[in-house]
């Protein structure tokens, strides 16, 4: 399974990753590949939790960014 994250460098620096197919699932490491490495194993805690509680398992979200004039 291939989900979409998310990185952006918060203001200390630190990389914030999010899974936006996983509400509420996001992790961070001081570097994109720690980042990386936290945000795989927090996807993988939730999935499993899913399968526990008998949830099904989300399928591949399509999203789209676009630049808005503001």
Known sequence: M????L???DEDGWEVASCPT???CHS???TR???LANIRE???GY???MREHGEPLPSSSTFQVLE???
């Open 47 to 49: 999935l499993a939790s």
């Open 28 to 30: 961070q490491g001081r």
């Open 42 to 44: 927090a996807i993988r």
């Open 33 to 35: 590949d720690e980042a």
């Open 2 to 5: 291939n989900l979409l994250v």
């Open 68 to 70: 808005v004039p503001v």
């Open 7 to 9: 990185f952006e460098t």
């Open 22 to 24: 996983l509400p509420g």
